[in-house]
Each structure stands twice: as C-alpha cells, then as structure tokens.
C-alpha cells in the first residue's frame, strides 16, 4: 500500500527538489523542468475556453474556477495515493491560468477582428 504524500508549505518542495539536483544529471534537471512547466502550460489555455464555451470573461471568476478544478485535482491525487498532493502544484496552475488569462485579453481584438489604428 503506498502513502499519501501532502506538502502544504508553499515552494518548500520546489525549492527542495531543486537543490537536490546532481548539476550532472541533466535527466533529472530535464524532470524538474519539465514538472514545473508543464504545471504552468497545463492551465494556459483554460482561460480562453471558459471565454469562448462558457462566455466567462471575468478574471475573479476565471481564477477561482481554475483554484477549484488544480485544488480537486490534488486532492484526488491525495485521497488515490497517486503521486503528491502539492500546494505549489496550485500555484503553478494558477500563474498558468492568469498568464493564460492575460494572453487571451491581449489577443481578444486578433480574434474578433478588431484592429485599432
């Protein structure tokens, strides 16, 4: 049976895992890389589908859906025994949908044909 791993302290394991990191082993450091981005990129497009499927265009309502569906995912993750439940994985989903959130406003004029000027 395996355990449930928690980590509630935020950047702790981000930074832990990271300074133990063998400067040789660039598998690990293409691990560690990889994690943190992908939990970033994973969440960028969320913005632009609530926009266009949902019509939700509001930043507070965009974050807290996105809060609430990195937050269930972690907490499966938790409650399965499958991998670990992380704050920062929060977080990194989080700057991912505001990051997404900002691109998409930045390119609303590109795709409903507006041009200024």
Same mark, same amino acid.
């Given at each position: 049976?395996?355990?449930?791993?928690?980590?509630?302290?935020?950047?702790?394991?981000?930074?832990?895992?990271?300074?133990?990191?063998?400067?040789?082993?660039?598998?690990?450091?293409?691990?560690?890389?990889?994690?943190? =981005?992908?939990?970033?990129? *994973?969440?960028?497009?969320?913005? $632009? &589908?609530?926009?266009? /499927?949902?019509?939700?265009?509001?930043?507070?309502?965009?974050?807290?859906?996105?809060?609430?569906?990195?937050?269930?995912?972690?907490?499966?993750?938790?409650?399965?025994?499958?991998?670990?439940?992380?704050?920062?994985? =929060?977080?990194?989903?989080? *700057?991912?949908?505001?990051?997404? $959130? &900002?691109?998409?406003? /930045?390119?609303?004029?590109?795709?409903?044909?507006?041009?200024?000027?």
């Amino acid at each position: 049976m395996s355990d449930r791993h928690l980590t509630v302290v935020p950047l702790k394991s981000t930074i832990n895992n990271f300074m133990e990191i063998d400067g040789n082993e660039h598998h690990e450091l293409f691990n560690y890389y990889t994690n943190l =981005i992908g939990n970033i990129v *994973l969440f960028l497009p969320l913005p $632009f &589908f609530l926009a266009c /499927l949902a019509g939700i265009k509001s930043f507070k309502k965009i974050f807290l859906i996105s809060f609430i569906l990195s937050l269930s995912v972690e907490l499966l993750q938790f409650v399965f025994k499958r991998g670990v439940a992380d704050i920062d994985d =929060i977080l990194l989903n989080l *700057l991912g949908a505001t990051t997404g $959130f &900002f691109i998409n406003r /930045l390119l609303w004029p590109v795709k409903t044909g507006i041009h200024s000027g």
